[in-house]
């Protein structure tokens, strides 16, 4: 028979060697870089170093970006002249890699603190927060950064406004345009200030016998439908245009509220969201649901078939593609597809 103090001794050696077990840890200095005051003209970049304190390779997979970020990523040890900057990299312990945070400011105004969240496999903290923040002085300040339309019919126009304030010396907007048939632009100048009205606009009819000009159909588009506007200013402007993001939203035979899904930045937490499907007219069935990530899920309830509730689980943004969508089919005559934009918060 072994003794209690034979047992007792095996599990101490059991947790010693736990303890011991070789695994990365990211490390770096300060967390937050602060710019100070920059002109909106301006691109800032800061390099954060960041080092592996553990005691096995440490993995970066990649870096989540606010809008109007970017990421370049050295390991400074291996780096020559025709080194590759790149999202993701491996640093072995002890040594360090270099990442470079860029933001653009333009279109940008006041204080600002934008934060980018590295990716890595450290099993105590697998997302890292970095944070560039700082005060904008806008040469050129929109009163909005985007414009939402919201028509009540496919047969009524909507209005929408953005005021420009302009810094001293700064000339007035020239022109701005859109490419897209059912929005129409204007500018109205006020002193300092210029009014940019922005109109859906449902198309008239052609003439009988008249050749058809682009989509023109004599109704707003239903649903969600996005466009970016440029403003444009004369020669010598502190930049040569601004996009401003335009997004009309016209109700169809299934309303879907709310049109669009929001996300937190954080790619390291994880999200419910809900949606509700109805059709005033008549029944319908969800035949599919396709999303950005096909780790997310969804739970479907309707008592009469003509609303639809749909509880949306475990969204985060991870590695979103480009305009992520959540695309829903239904066997309406009428409505047969749906969609739900997703978007990521700044």
């Known amino acids: 028979m072994k003794s209690a103090a034979y047992y007792f001794c095996l599990g101490l050696l059991s947790l010693c060697v736990v303890a011991h077990c070789a695994q990365p840890r990211l490390v770096y200095d300060d967390p937050v870089h602060d710019f100070g005051v920059v002109e909106d003209t301006a691109t800032v970049s800061h ?63 006041g204080p600002q603190e934008k934060s980018f969240y590295v990716a890595s496999d450290d099993p105590a903290q697998p997302f890292h927060r970095l944070c560039l923040k700082g005060h904008v002085a806008a040469k ?3 009163s909005a950064a985007t414009v939402f339309l919201k028509a009540t019919s496919e047969q009524d126009a909507v209005t929408g406004t953005i005021t420009v304030t302009l810094a001293p010396g700064i000339p007035h907007p020239t022109n701005v345009t859109a490419e897209v048939s059912w929005l129409d632009t204007r500018i109205e100048h006020v002193g300092a200030q210029a009014k940019v009205i922005f109109t859906a606009l449902p198309k008239p009819p052609r003439p009988s016998g008249t050749p058809p000009e682009g989509n023109e159909t004599g109704t707003l588009p239903k649903g969600i439908s996005r466009t970016t506007a440029q403003l444009y200013f004369p020669e010598g402007a502190p930049y040569p245009h601004i996009d401003i993001p335009v997004t009309l939203y016209v109700p169809q035979e299934i309303a879907v509220l709310p049109p669009d899904i929001v996300l937190p930045h954080n790619p390291s937490v994880s999200v419910q969201r809900n949606a509700t499907l109805r059709s005033p007219s008549r029944p319908f069935k969800i035949l599919e649901v396709r999303y950005p990530d096909p780790s997310w899920t969804s739970e479907l309830r309707s008592t009469d078939g003509k609303v639809w509730r749909i509880k949306f689980d475990g969204l985060r943004t991870g590695s979103l593609p480009g305009n992520p969508e959540i695309i829903i089919r239904t066997d309406h005559p009428d409505c047969p597809e749906l969609v739900i934009q997703v978007r990521v918060e700044e």
Request: glycine share 10%.
């Open 140 to 142: 050129v300040a929109l």
């Open 47 to 109: 390099v954060f170093m960041l080092r592996n304190a553990g005691d096995e390779m440490l993995s970066i997979s990649g870096v989540t970006t606010c809008c109007g970020g970017s990421v370049n990523f050295a390991n400074i040890e291996s780096q020559t002249s025709d080194a590759k900057l790149r999202t993701s990299c491996e640093i072995a312990p002890g040594e360090s890699a270099a990442l470079t945070l860029s933001l653009v400011l333009k279109g940008r105004s």
